[in-house]
C-alpha cells in the first residue's frame, strides 16, 4: 500500500536550519506530484509547496517563499523540505502528501519545534 | 487567497443522527476543486471526499458530499463511533488552503 514515511524533524533555535526528508513506497513514486503540509497543535493543515513528478516545477504558499525549497530524488524515492531563517511560529507537525490534485495519502509527519 | 469557513465549529451529535457539515469559499471555486478530510487525534488527515462529492478509497456510503461555486456540505446519514473527530475542506482551485475545521463530537 502507499507509504509515506517523514523524517529529520527536531529542536532547533530561531534562526536555524533544518532539511526534512520523506521517503515514499508501494507506488511509482516517479509519477506522482509531492506535497509537504504543516499543522501546529490545534490549528488547521497548512500547506507549503508542492513538486511536479519529474522536480522541475516547484510552487511555495507565500508564508514560507524564499525561507523554504522543496526537492525530490526520485531514483531514490525521496522527498526534501529544506527549511531556513526559521521562526517560532513554524513549529508543527511536518507532513509529506501524494498530491492527487487533492491529498489522497499522508505521512504521520515529524515534529519540528523551533525554540530558544 | 480562497479563505474557506466551516460551520459549525463544533457538532454535538449521538451515533445515528445525521451530521450537516458546512463550507463557504471567499471565491467561486468554479472547477469543483473542493476536498474534505477527517482527523482524529494523534493522525495525519485522512481524506473522505474529493473534487466536491467523489468519495475516496474506502470511504462508506454514509458519507456524501455536495456543493457548488462557494458552497459546499458534507453529511454523514448515520454517525458511527468511528466518524468523530475534526473535519476540514480544502480547496485546490486557486493553490491550496484548508478551512478552520468543524468538530463533531
Known amino acids: 500500500q502507499v507509504k509515506l514515511v517523514e523524517s529529520g524533524g527536531g529542536l532547533v533555535r530561531p534562526g536555524g536550519s533544518l532539511k526534512l526528508s520523506c521517503r515514499g513506497s508501494?507506488?511509482?513514486?516517479?509519477?506522482?506530484?509531492l506535497s509537504w503540509v504543516r499543522q501546529a497543535p490545534g490549528k488547521r493543515p497548512e500547506w507549503l509547496a508542492y513538486?511536479?513528478?519529474?522536480?522541475?516545477?516547484?510552487v511555495y504558499a507565500d508564508s514560507v517563499k524564499g525561507r523554504f525549497t522543496v526537492s525530490r530524488d526520485n531514483a531514490n524515492k525521496l522527498f526534501f523540505l529544506e527549511m531556513n531563517d526559521l521562526e517560532v511560529g513554524d513549529t508543527a507537525v511536518y507532513h509529506c502528501?501524494?498530491?492527487?490534485?487533492?491529498?489522497?495519502?499522508w505521512g504521520r509527519g515529524t515534529l519540528v519545534t523551533v525554540s530558544s | 487567497e480562497i479563505v474557506l469557513t466551516q460551520s459549525p465549529g463544533t457538532l454535538s451529535l449521538s451515533p445515528g443522527e445525521r451530521a450537516t457539515l458546512s463550507c463557504r469559499a471567499s471565491?467561486?471555486?468554479?472547477?469543483?476543486?473542493l476536498a474534505w478530510y477527517q482527523q482524529r487525534p494523534g493522525q495525519p488527515p485522512r481524506i473522505v471526499i474529493f473534487?466536491?462529492?467523489n468519495r475516496a478509497t474506502g470511504i462508506p456510503a454514509r458519507f456524501s458530499a455536495s456543493g457548488s461555486g462557494t458552497d459546499f456540505t458534507l453529511t454523514i446519514s448515520s454517525l458511527e463511533p468511528e466518524d468523530y473527530g475534526v473535519y476540514y475542506c480544502?480547496?485546490?482551485?486557486?493553490?491550496?488552503?484548508f478551512g478552520g475545521g468543524t468538530r463533531v463530537e
Open positions: 502528501a501524494r498530491n492527487d490534485g487533492s491529498l489522497h495519502h
Open positions: 508501494g507506488f511509482t513514486f516517479s509519477d506522482y506530484y
Open positions: 513538486t511536479n513528478a519529474g522536480g522541475e516545477v516547484q
Open positions: 471565491q467561486s471555486i468554479t472547477s469543483g476543486y
Open positions: 473534487d466536491a462529492s
Open positions: 480544502q480547496q485546490y482551485h486557486r493553490s491550496n488552503t
